[in-house]
């Protein structure tokens, strides 16, 4: 078995060595490079992300990109990880509307306000920041983790997120935010991943 990680420091995929650790099996990781926002990096030829994007995960002979498909591709390809509800589990619906909630909607509204775009309502297919995080702390209010109360691969994608850009001011810091972050910043997993990507 082959598992490599298309990988470019200070992007997206850092997430993705996070997930390796936690998934535990053998891989590799290939740092490629990228188009940067302030104009530096360029294509990688050797890429086969459409839009030479990470991440890209190469298992065996099956290629993978965008992030929420990834994420649910690996957690079923080694579901002893216990990463992701299985088909069957009465949790797998829970888990794939958070995994495209988070690119159809997590994405794009956090683009909007950062961009200080209005997302024009009942049009686009996402809602506005402020919605979004109504949403993450009233779950976060019954639950430790955004599925129930075990860990699963979409708290690295929010717990991730929350955690990374908390000093961002585009979302407010709630009791409940702050200590979902906490607990998954707190994953021996990620502190693994931090020294592979040093
Ligand atoms: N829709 C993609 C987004 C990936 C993405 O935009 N990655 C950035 C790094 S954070 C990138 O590779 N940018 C290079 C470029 O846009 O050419 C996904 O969900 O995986």
């Known amino acids: 078995m082959t598992l490599t990680l298309l990988h470019a420091p200070k992007s997206r995929s850092q997430s993705f060595i996070w997930l390796l650790e936690e998934i535990g099996q053998p891989y590799e990781i290939k740092q490629v490079d990228i188009r940067r926002g302030d104009g530096s990096g360029k294509l990688d030829p050797t890429n086969p992300h459409p839009h030479g994007k990470v991440p890209v995960i190469i298992h065996d002979d099956t290629v993978v990109h965008e992030q929420t498909a990834i994420m649910l591709y690996l957690t079923d390809a080694f579901p002893q990880a216990k990463l992701g509800p299985q088909v069957g589990d009465k949790l797998r619906g829970n888990y794939l509307s958070w995994l495209s909630y988070y690119s159809g909607v997590v994405e794009p509204a956090f683009l909007c306000a950062f961009m200080k775009y209005d997302v024009p309502r009942g049009t686009a297919g996402w809602v506005a920041v402020p919605e979004v995080m109504q949403h993450i702390n009233k779950t976060l209010e019954t639950n430790e983790y955004i599925l129930g109360n075990e860990f699963t691969a979409v708290d690295i994608l929010y717990g991730g997120t929350f955690g990374f850009f908390g000093d961002s001011g585009?979302?407010?810091?709630?009791?409940?935010?702050?200590?979902?972050?906490?607990?998954?910043?707190?994953r021996p997993a990620l502190q693994r991943a931090g020294q592979k990507d040093a």
């Not at 585009?170 to 707190?186: H, P």
């Open 170 to 186: 585009l979302f407010e810091k709630t009791d409940a935010l702050n200590a979902y972050v906490k607990r998954c910043m707190s």
